[in-house]
């Protein structure tokens, strides 16, 4: 019998509270490239050490660091002048049997390969310089991760996570994927660090949106306020095909077109411009930024995926919250919390919180149940790069 504590508490769910606020730091986002670096890092070096030994060792990169550089966009043109800094760290099984492990190759590989991907208008050889400091973890936790059986949780920590998502939640989430999906075939110079913040007071939302726009697609402040009115536009049509609530859209409300100072950007993030970024200070495990919401202060991203908890708790959270909600409940609040050195699919406590029938009591504590019994599915996810982590 596991540890599951299903609860009913008597509270308005979020949806029908007056004020609600969430936020969602887009891929180009300072803080968002390093989680996405942090996690390709730990996907290439998982990979690698399967290819090598059969299995994955010890490691967490969670640890990285952007310094912002320097630009000069005008319109029409610019350059970089200062690359952005990336400073890749943590800890990593740098040695087997005498056998050294190239982790740093790797890491650098795996971050650059990530780069050039992700940022199509980035020139990545010379907008970012990319470093390492990988060292080998400390033998604790190196012990605790290769004893045999089920993973033995490397922390004692937990995850969180919350469903279904609210209309506020939604929008916010949606938005930037659109903006940094299908709209860029319309919108060329749009970049990819874009910041949706929702706001809702009783029925009424608004997006406030800063996104950073690219110089050399741009020729003039006039273009610029062109494109500015259209992806205005193109989100709010897109926002009514998925609410009836009356949203209000603005972008780049800090622009002042009079002396021509507007977000504009060469490579469409503003890294090249001085801000800064870490892994773990952005979106949640499940994309989002949520004041109104229980959340974990653990960096999902760049965690081992065999079983460092402060990883598979925050995915396997938001699994067993969907489900939940499926069932048809109204909200659903999930913790896991660990013991370091106790089996991974054995929390000292699992407690959901349900706003909805009790007669899903049952069905609740079953999807519970099944998750944490499949909990080493999240490592396979992960391998593959499906897992969302930010």
């Not at 033998?139 to 279904?164: C, E, H, Q, W, Y």
């Amino acid at each position: 019998m596991r540890n599951i504590f299903i609860e009913f508490p008597n509270e308005k769910p979020l949806g029908r509270q007056d004020v609600e606020l969430v936020e969602r730091k887009g891929i180009g986002h300072p803080d968002s490239i390093c989680d996405g670096l942090a996690e390709a890092v730990s996907c290439a070096l998982s990979n690698g050490y399967m290819d090598r030994y059969g299995c994955i060792m010890h490691h967490n990169t969670d640890q990285v660091e952007l310094v912002g550089g320097r630009s000069d966009p005008a319109w029409g043109a610019g350059e970089i002048i200062t690359p952005a800094y990336i400073l890749l760290s943590g800890r990593a099984t740098t040695e087997v049997d005498r056998e050294m492990v190239p982790v740093g190759q790797i890491a650098v590989e795996a971050a650059k390969k990530y780069m050039k991907r992700t940022f199509p208008p980035m020139d990545v050889e010379n907008s970012v310089i990319i470093d390492q400091r990988i060292g080998m973890g400390s033998s604790d936790l190196r012990g605790v991760f290769g004893r045999k059986g089920i993973p033995k949780a490397n922390d004692t920590s937990f995850g969180v996570s919350f469903a279904p998502f609210t209309i506020t939640e939604t929008l916010t989430y949606e938005v930037e994927k659109y903006m940094n999906g299908r709209m860029k075939k319309r919108i060329k110079g749009s970049g990819q660090d874009i910041k949706v913040m929702g706001e809702r007071h009783n029925q009424d939302i608004v997006l406030t949106i800063c996104n950073a726009m690219i110089s050399g697609q741009i020729r003039n402040i006039n273009e610029y306020q062109s494109i500015i009115r259209e992806e205005t536009k193109l989100v709010e049509d897109f926002v009514a095909g998925l609410t009836d609530d009356n949203v209000k859209v603005e972008i780049n409300t800090g622009d002042d077109i009079r002396s021509e100072s507007v977000f504009l950007t060469v490579s469409g993030t503003s890294a090249e411009q001085g801000d800064d970024g870490s892994v773990g200070r952005g979106n949640r495990a499940n994309g989002l930024i949520t004041p109104y919401r229980p959340m974990s202060m653990e960096a999902t991203a760049g965690k081992n995926p065999v079983n460092h908890v402060g990883k598979l708790y925050n995915l396997l959270s938001k699994e067993i919250a969907n489900d939940i909600a499926k069932q048809g409940a109204e909200q659903v609040y999930v913790r896991l919390l660990s013991q370091i050195g106790h089996p991974i699919d054995q929390p000292l406590c699992a407690d959901v919180q349900i706003i909805g029938d009790e007669k899903i009591k049952r069905k609740a504590r079953e999807i519970t149940d099944y998750w944490l019994e499949h909990i080493t599915d999240m490592t396979e996810l992960c391998l593959k790069g499906k897992a969302q982590t930010f």
